[in-house]
């Protein structure tokens, strides 16, 4: 039944969190044949001994310990954002054969720049865990959307997010998680702090995409922003020469939504993403040419696994790495995205709080 | 009993509201006629139509349609027709659909000053977006609530994307998109944290239903599907008002939503 542990790639987990209980390891529990978990680190010694017991692991709250086990061979990083540069780039010199670092993989674009350099220094491969980049129902798409990324004219991304919980408790049973606190959107710096929280936890999981379709990345200029209630983000944006709005609101209902979608005046495609956490399939992308449309997916995987299935083939050589820069692009894209859309949120707020006194 | 009315129409009329179809399907309450002096006037929405539509009155209408109008001064229109008692029905892409009424008070009671409507059109490229945002204003009207200030975030030859805000308080956000890729459709939603109404219009001339979905705590709620076209339930409604001797505010309304589209 167990696949031996000398067979397998070894797995250590950086953060122990409801991303690892709720997401990696229900993953991993379906890729037997290719990985075993060999070690988590928590900060706290509780959650890292429980979390580990679950899957027969070893554990500790050292990330150098985790790091110099020989028995891990793929580091998987899901602690806070703020450590994953620093994690990235230990793991890459301890020489482990791959690394999946949840997004973002920085907090800023001279750390991406730092983790490229020690990647190709070392040659570790590194992947970001942007789990619709790797999803089959996207991936189809991008084989049969023909010309859309030089036609299209308008990106659309939605996301109407019900509690995680929701779905956490579906995949596994968390044994901790943190708090969601109702904020004040009608003060400038929470109405910043909100959206930029909401850029880089939630909008990032699709900005790749976002940027797919939008060659002048750099040109970008953010027309408007709002925070609807209860919290979450409306933004709209000229990128290039394109007509782009990304929207997220936080809500207490059990419906979920994520929509993701590129228009020409000839083509649509329109991707409806399942949401994360459970294992419910890929995405499924529909292709419309006037009156007909192609429906591709759903397929029996989500990004998830598609994404542990590359790094297995990464770690094994079978696969060519990703370009490093274009992970760059990506994080510097979401970064500058966050900053405009803060300051833009910021300023609105402060004229309609000013307007109200 | 139904009183059967007759109807007059333009070749222009005809084109853009499916006058013929629509009247064909109502063959007890309507009648085609040649005759100048038919009971109801079709005019299209094109340059000088409200002139078009108070010279029907003068004729003897006794119930003027326009579809799609453009924007215009409709002042001397509204006296003319008040005076006569003549109601001057106005034919938009969405407004008659009959899922709008069928949500409106559903919109109603999740629309405050902390809601977020979400307003889209898809409409085919090359579409006058003047007419695409008189249309979504009527929706919006009809659906939830009249827009009482509007600002482009973005408007060029793909679709715009517009902030505004309701009578009510409500924020709201209004897009069009512009592509041939998909057929035409107009959808309005509010999200609330524990409920949500959502709409889904299609095209004018369709009898295709739009869908009203009610969600909450207990699950969601498709609303009972009505398969008539909005063009039909618009002339349904011109021979009820006709029949009953009453007249409608239609005018008024196209005059408020016409000055925020002229005024951006």
Redesign the interface.
Not at chain 2, 177 to 182: D, E, H, P
Not at chain 2, 191 to 196: E, L, Q, S, W
């Given at each position: 039944m167990n696949p031996s542990k000398t067979s397998t790639l070894g797995v250590g987990m950086l953060g122990a969190g409801p991303v690892t209980q709720a997401i990696h390891l229900p993953t991993l529990s379906r890729l037997r044949e290719v990985f075993h978990v060999a070690k988590i680190m928590d900060v706290d010694p509780q959650i890292a001994e429980s979390v580990a017991g679950r899957v027969g692991a070893g554990w500790t709250t050292s990330m150098d310990e985790l790091l110099a086990d020989e028995a891990v061979q793929v580091v998987v990083i899901c602690s806070p954002h703020q450590f994953h540069a620093e994690q990235v780039i230990a793991a890459c010199r301890a020489g482990k054969r791959a690394i999946l670092c949840e997004k973002p993989f920085a907090m800023s674009q001279a750390e991406a720049e730092q983790i490229a350099a020690v990647s190709r220094e070392t040659g570790v491969p590194i992947i970001v865990g942007a789990m619709h980049t790797f999803d089959p129902g996207w991936l189809a798409a991008k084989e049969h959307w023909g010309d859309l990324v030089e036609t299209a004219h308008t990106i659309r991304y939605s996301i109407v997010l019900p509690p995680n919980p929701r779905f956490e408790d579906f995949a596994t049973e968390v044994i901790t998680r943190p708090e969601r606190q109702r904020q004040n959107r009608h003060d400038p710096e929470v109405a910043a702090g909100i959206v930029r929280g909401g850029i880089m936890g939630l909008a990032i999981h699709d900005l790749p995409l976002v940027r797919a379709f939008c060659p002048d990345f750099t040109d970008l200029e953010v027309l408007s922003c709002q925070v609807p209630d209860p919290s979450g983000y409306l933004v709209n944006l000229r990128i290039g020469d394109r007509n782009v709005q990304i929207f997220g609101i936080n809500t207490e209902s059990w419906e979920p939504e994520w929509i993701f979608e590129a228009v020409s005046d000839t083509t649509s495609l329109r991707i409806d993403f399942t949401p994360s956490y459970v294992q419910a399939g890929s995405a499924t992308a529909t292709i419309s040419h006037g009156g007909e449309s192609e429906v591709y997916g759903p397929y029996a995987y989500n990004g998830y696994e598609a994404e542990w299935r590359y790094l297995a083939d990464l770690a094994s050589g079978k696969a060519a790495p990703l370009d490093v820069t274009e992970l760059i692009h990506d994080l510097t894209f979401a970064l500058d995205v966050a900053d405009k859309a803060s300051t833009a949120v910021r300023d609105a707020t402060a004229l309609t709080k000013e307007a109200s006194v | 009993m139904t009183q059967q009315l007759t109807v007059t129409s333009s070749p222009e009329a005809d084109s853009t509201g499916a006058v013929p179809q629509v009247v064909a399907s109502l063959p007890v309450s309507l009648h085609p006629s040649d005759d100048g002096a038919a009971a109801l006037v079709a005019i299209a929405g094109d340059g000088g139509w409200a002139e078009r539509a108070i010279a029907a009155i003068s004729s003897g209408a006794r119930g003027v349609m326009v579809i799609s109008p453009s924007p215009a001064d409709v002042a001397a229109l509204r006296e003319r027709a008040n005076a006569q008692g003549v109601p001057v029905v106005i034919d938009t892409e969405w407004a008659h659909n009959p899922a709008v009424a069928a949500s409106a008070p559903h919109f109603a009671s999740h629309n405050d000053e902390?809601?977020?409507l979400?307003a889209r059109v898809n409409a085919p490229?090359g579409a006058d977006l003047d007419q695409v945002l008189l249309a979504q204003l009527a929706l919006i009207r009809a659906a939830v609530d009249p827009v009482v200030r509007l600002a482009y975030?973005?408007r060029?030859e793909?679709?715009y994307?517009a902030?505004a805000q309701l009578a009510g308080g409500a924020?709201a956000?209004l897009?069009a998109?512009?592509?041939?890729?998909?057929p035409a459709s107009a959808t309005l939603r509010i999200?609330?944290?524990?409920?949500?109404v959502a709409l889904g219009l299609p095209g004018a001339g369709t009898a295709a239903p739009g869908k009203v979905t009610v969600?909450?705590?207990e699950g969601?709620t498709l609303l009972p599907t009505l398969w008539e076209s909005a063009h039909r339930a618009a002339w349904r409604r011109l021979h009820d008002l006709v029949e009953a001797g009453q007249t409608c505010d239609d005018l008024a309304a196209f005059a408020e939503d016409a000055a925020l589209v002229t005024e951006n």
């Open positions: - | 902390n809601s977020l979400e490229a975030a973005r060029n793909h679709g994307d902030l924020q956000t897009t998109i512009l592509t041939n890729a998909i999200i609330k944290p524990r409920h949500a969600s909450g705590p969601a």
